[in-house]
């Protein structure tokens, strides 16, 4: 738990201290720097997004939830994908091939995640989770 709040931290840290460079640059003329700075930040952003889209589908992937291989592999996919739009401003054909294939596989994240909660299935792993992690953290 310590680890993760210091994870937690540092990458709020950083993008805290990028985002303020990139202010004082943008503000200072330097446009090069200003660019860089903001491109620093797309990537982080977009890295971030495919890493927290890539924990809730191996969340989804759990024996209780589980939608099956084949649902598990297109939505990792799907965040595989999310770091390419950075380079949409750069290449907008990119764009477009990327936008085309992410909106099916956004579409198959919602009704994954609709059956989950229609079902009860993600119920039932939530209140089998729960008592787990309580006894993990009465133990530290």
Do not use: N
């Not at 965040?79 to 596989?105: D, G, R």
Request: charged share 10%; glycine share 6%.
């Amino acid at each position: 738990a310590r680890f993760q709040q210091w994870v937690s931290g540092a990458v709020f840290l950083v993008g805290v201290v990028l985002s303020l460079c990139c202010l004082a640059e943008k503000l200072g003329s330097r446009s090069e720097m200003a660019a860089a700075c903001l491109t620093i930040l797309d990537v982080i952003a977009a890295c971030l997004t495919a890493i927290s889209l890539a924990l809730v589908v191996g969340r989804l992937g759990h024996q209780r939830i589980d939608p099956g291989a084949l649902v598990l592999g297109f939505l990792y996919f799907y965040a595989v994908i999310q770091p390419v739009a950075v380079s949409f401003a750069e290449k907008p054909v990119l764009q477009v091939l990327a936008t085309t294939v992410a909106l099916p596989l956004k579409v198959l994240l919602w009704l994954v995640c609709v059956w989950a909660f229609t079902t009860g299935v993600l119920a039932e792993y939530v209140h089998t989770l729960r008592p787990l992690l309580q006894k993990q953290a009465a133990g530290h």
